[in-house]
């Protein structure tokens, strides 16, 4: 199973029999379901020939030798505009760096959850996809003469090489933990995320989710969650109510205030999917008296996602411009991002190099949470939140960003000493949910096995670990407190998969949702699984 | 594309069962999904909930706020989940011929 052999016409290049075992109590037979069996009309239409599983739509497989050739025709001219200055200047010097000076050490494999728990299967060693880009080119530019299989360019470029290349890219969390530990400081998350751009950029092949669904969505409608100015403007209007129900106080969303300090932006699907989480964000700005407000900018005010930085620079340049601009119009003097891992990267790393112009501070929110805390005007009691609390660490504002301290600083004072315990390893060398780079809204044909059972084991592995005195007891709560909408939902979607909240208690939710469960002005507690019943929606 | 067979018509749905668009949606398709839902009858609390998604999703282009829909019906989300096994996204949105829902969700 060799980079060179992907394209040789197996059914399968690979198959999964012995993942990485799970800790008790998913270590008995039957704790863990089974494989979703692969369907005759996948294995037609699309590419499981990789390694089983099926996640991008589009990658569908030619049914003509024009349509083939056409495919292979245009992945050429892709790969050719990828590693030139003149067609990806804004990334050209750090994805040659990586494609020249790999020694293929293979530390980073051991770096890599998605190789890790998947038993050690080859096709996912980071460096093995960076390998079969590197042959591909090395064989189109110097064809298949002697030499060039003797340096390297021994690989079929055919329909099958390129369709499997196609899914291997989506086995990628993109978490760069492979980066972090590599000795030459070489990024194949970098890489992988680069080779995305062939298929996106050049032959129009991505994941409906991120595409359709998502970039595409949002810069017709202001949000992926298609979330109109109107529709946005209604559910505001709704959690007022639900505040004033909740608190017994009216609190006044501030939209669009001209010359506020600060612009907060939430990922979308936190409307729709936790509530509770910019509802907690109301009450902590309004607590703390600052100057804020929220913008109803259908382009793009009210959805920091930008899921083109997962696999399309056109995509990501436009939304990021976007984002800037409805601050820009605003007069806001910074813009703070919310919750969300993959908002903070998007808008605050990748955007510097990508798009230049309407330049804005954009902040994250976990400091200017632990200031508020600081600086606080009401009462906090830390035994509101008196059960085992552990932290994710999302990849894209820790390892990526360095914010590591704050959520540490905030959990301190809000959750009763002794109650909080930290994930083995943690910080900047944590482990990615298993949702990173757009895999938590794929959910098209058997990718959730793929994410549940291979991409989030070792997040699941670590939560239950996190937990060892307390995990079979299900009269208590754990708490899993995951500040970024994109992991909650991956989490989200393992504790359900493994039924780990039915049958142990394990809870999960953001970091403010707890800062305002401590608040000591609101009889009822925040938290949803504390509520009554009847008060529960 | 996949296709449901409803009253001898054909119908569009992508790979997770979900309408393409809504404008093919008819009560017969309510009664198709009905049966991979394993509901045995759309009972009056049935059509409450699509009724309300279909006039939301017309009104504002997506469906509402699971806690706003469980608001305006009068139903609590376990009651949902009673009347809809999959759920309010998997199961009522379904049944109402809403697409998929996309985002971080």
Same mark, same amino acid.
């Given at each position: =199973?060799?980079?060179?052999?992907?394209?040789?016409?197996?059914?399968?290049?690979?198959?999964?029999?012995?993942?990485?075992?799970?800790?008790?109590?998913?270590?008995?037979?039957?704790?863990?379901?089974?494989?979703?069996?692969?369907?005759?009309?996948?294995?037609?239409?699309?590419? /499981?020939?990789?390694?089983?599983?099926?996640?991008?739509? !589009?990658?569908?497989?030619?049914?003509?030798?024009?349509?083939?050739?056409?495919?292979?025709?245009?992945?050429?001219? %892709?790969?050719?505009?990828? *590693?030139?200055?003149?067609?990806?200047?804004?990334?050209?010097?750090?994805?040659?760096?990586?494609?020249?000076?790999?020694?293929?050490?293979?530390?980073?494999?051991?770096?890599?959850?998605?190789?890790?728990?998947?038993? @050690?299967?080859?096709?996912?060693?980071?460096?093995?996809?960076?390998? &079969?880009?590197?042959?591909?080119?090395?064989?189109?530019?110097?064809?298949?003469? !002697? *030499?060039?299989?003797?340096?390297?360019?021994?690989?079929?470029?055919?329909?099958?090489?390129? =369709?499997?290349?196609?899914? *291997?890219?989506?086995?990628?969390?993109?978490?760069?933990?492979?980066?972090?530990?590599?000795?030459?400081?070489?990024?194949?998350?970098?890489?992988?995320?680069?080779?995305?751009?062939?298929?996106?950029?050049?032959? @129009?092949?991505?994941?409906?989710?991120?595409?359709?669904?998502?970039?595409?969505?949002?810069?017709?409608?202001?949000?992926?969650?298609?979330?109109?100015?109107?529709?946005?403007?209604?559910?505001?209007?709704?959690?007022?109510?639900?505040?004033?129900?909740?608190?017994?106080?009216?609190?006044?969303?501030?939209?669009?205030?001209?010359?506020?300090?600060?612009?907060?932006?939430?990922?979308?699907?936190?409307? =729709? /999917?936790?509530?509770?989480?910019?509802?907690?964000?109301?009450?902590?700005?309004?607590?703390?008296? !600052?100057?804020?407000?929220?913008?109803?900018?259908?382009?793009?005010?009210?959805?920091?996602?930008?899921?083109?930085?997962?696999?399309?620079?056109?995509?990501?340049?436009?939304?990021?411009?976007?984002?800037?601009?409805?601050?820009?119009?605003? @007069?806001?003097?910074?813009?703070?991002?919310?919750?969300?891992?993959?908002?903070?990267?998007?808008?605050?790393?990748?955007?510097?190099?990508?798009?230049?112009?309407?330049?804005?501070?954009?902040?994250?929110?976990?400091?200017?949470?632990?200031?508020?805390?600081?600086?606080?005007?009401?009462?906090?009691?830390?035994?509101?939140?008196?059960?085992?609390?552990?932290?994710?660490?999302?990849?894209?504002?820790?390892?990526?960003?360095?914010?590591?301290?704050?959520?540490?600083?905030?959990?301190?004072?809000?959750?009763?000493? %002794?109650?909080?315990?930290?994930?083995?390893?943690?910080? &900047?060398?944590?482990?990615?949910? @298993?949702?990173?780079?757009?895999?938590?809204?794929?959910?098209?044909?058997?990718?959730?096995?793929?994410?549940?059972?291979?991409?989030?084991?070792?997040?699941?592995?670590?939560?239950?670990?996190?937990?060892?005195?307390?995990?079979?007891?299900?009269?208590?709560?754990?708490?899993?407190?995951?500040?970024?909408?994109?992991?909650?939902?991956?989490?989200?979607?393992?504790?359900?998969?493994?039924?780990?909240?039915?049958?142990?208690?394990?809870?999960?939710?953001?970091?403010?949702?707890?800062?305002?469960?401590? =608040?000591?002005?609101?009889?009822?507690?925040?938290?949803?699984?504390?509520?009554?019943?009847?008060?529960?929606? | 594309?996949? $296709?449901?067979?409803?009253?001898? +018509? +054909?119908?569009?749905?992508?790979?997770?069962?979900?309408?393409?668009?809504?404008?093919?949606?008819?009560?017969?398709?309510? $009664?198709?999904?009905?049966?991979?839902?394993?509901?045995?009858?759309?009972?009056?609390?049935?059509?409450?909930?699509?009724?309300?998604?279909?006039?939301?999703?017309?009104?504002?282009?997506?469906?509402?706020?699971?806690?706003?829909?469980?608001?305006?019906?009068?139903?609590?989300?376990?009651?949902?989940? +009673?009347?809809?096994?999959?759920?309010?996204?998997?199961?009522?949105?379904?049944?109402?011929?809403?697409?998929?829902?996309?985002?971080?969700?």
């Amino acid at each position: =199973m060799k980079p060179q052999d992907l394209g040789k016409p197996t059914e399968q290049f690979c198959q999964l029999n012995k993942l990485q075992p799970l800790p008790p109590p998913y270590d008995q037979p039957g704790m863990e379901p089974d494989f979703k069996p692969l369907k005759d009309s996948w294995k037609e239409g699309y590419c /499981a020939t990789l390694d089983g599983f099926v996640g991008n739509e !589009l990658l569908k497989r030619p049914t003509t030798k024009e349509a083939e050739d056409e495919m292979i025709k245009k992945f050429l001219s %892709g790969m050719e505009k990828l *590693l030139s200055a003149d067609t990806n200047r804004n990334w050209i010097q750090p994805l040659m760096l990586s494609f020249e000076y790999c020694a293929k050490c293979n530390t980073c494999s051991e770096a890599c959850h998605i190789f890790e728990s998947s038993g @050690g299967m080859e096709i996912y060693r980071p460096i093995f996809r960076s390998e &079969v880009l590197r042959k591909m080119y090395l064989k189109h530019k110097q064809g298949g003469g !002697l *030499l060039t299989r003797f340096m390297g360019g021994n690989i079929d470029i055919n329909i099958e090489s390129i =369709m499997r290349l196609g899914e *291997l890219v989506y086995r990628c969390n993109l978490c760069r933990r492979c980066a972090q530990t590599c000795p030459l400081g070489l990024d194949n998350g970098l890489m992988t995320k680069e080779i995305r751009k062939i298929f996106s950029m050049e032959m @129009g092949i991505a994941p409906l989710a991120l595409h359709e669904g998502g970039t595409v969505k949002q810069l017709a409608t202001g949000s992926s969650t298609g979330i109109t100015k109107a529709a946005f403007l209604d559910m505001i209007e709704f959690m007022e109510d639900d505040l004033e129900e909740y608190t017994g106080k009216k609190y006044k969303v501030p939209i669009d205030k001209k010359g506020a300090d600060i612009m907060l932006i939430h990922n979308a699907g936190e409307f =729709m /999917a936790w509530p509770d989480n910019p509802l907690a964000f109301v009450i902590l700005f309004e607590e703390a008296g !600052l100057n804020w407000t929220m913008c109803s900018d259908d382009l793009i005010g009210y959805d920091n996602v930008n899921y083109g930085v997962w696999y399309d620079d056109a995509q990501a340049r436009k939304i990021g411009a976007a984002q800037k601009a409805a601050a820009k119009k605003l @007069g806001v003097k910074r813009i703070i991002q919310g919750e969300c891992g993959h908002a903070h990267r998007a808008a605050m790393v990748s955007m510097d190099r990508i798009s230049v112009d309407d330049h804005i501070p954009n902040e994250s929110c976990f400091p200017l949470m632990l200031d508020i805390l600081k600086n606080r005007k009401f009462e906090i009691d830390p035994s509101r939140n008196n059960f085992p609390v552990t932290i994710h660490d999302p990849c894209n504002y820790v390892r990526s960003m360095g914010i590591v301290k704050p959520q540490r600083e905030i959990i301190k004072m809000i959750v009763p000493a %002794g109650q909080f315990r930290e994930m083995t390893p943690h910080g &900047v060398n944590n482990y990615c949910c @298993g949702g990173g780079s757009g895999f938590a809204i794929m959910n098209s044909f058997n990718f959730e096995d793929f994410r549940n059972k291979i991409a989030s084991r070792k997040k699941f592995e670590q939560i239950i670990a996190a937990f060892p005195d307390t995990i079979e007891n299900p009269d208590i709560i754990k708490y899993v407190c995951a500040p970024c909408s994109n992991c909650k939902g991956a989490i989200r979607d393992i504790l359900e998969y493994y039924q780990a909240t039915e049958k142990f208690n394990v809870q999960y939710d953001g970091l403010i949702e707890l800062i305002i469960n401590a =608040m000591t002005k609101f009889d009822k507690p925040f938290l949803h699984f504390l509520r009554d019943e009847e008060d529960q929606f | 594309m996949p $296709h449901i067979e409803v009253d001898g +018509q +054909q119908i569009e749905v992508d790979e997770d069962g979900f309408l393409i668009t809504i404008d093919n949606w008819n009560e017969g398709v309510a $009664h198709y999904f009905m049966k991979e839902e394993g509901i045995e009858e759309l009972t009056e609390e049935h059509w409450k909930l699509i009724n309300y998604l279909r006039d939301y999703f017309f009104q504002f282009g997506i469906a509402p706020m699971i806690r706003k829909l469980c608001k305006e019906s009068g139903f609590n989300l376990k009651k949902v989940y +009673q009347l809809f096994p999959s759920g309010p996204a998997k199961g009522a949105c379904k049944l109402a011929g809403l697409p998929k829902p996309t985002g971080c969700v």
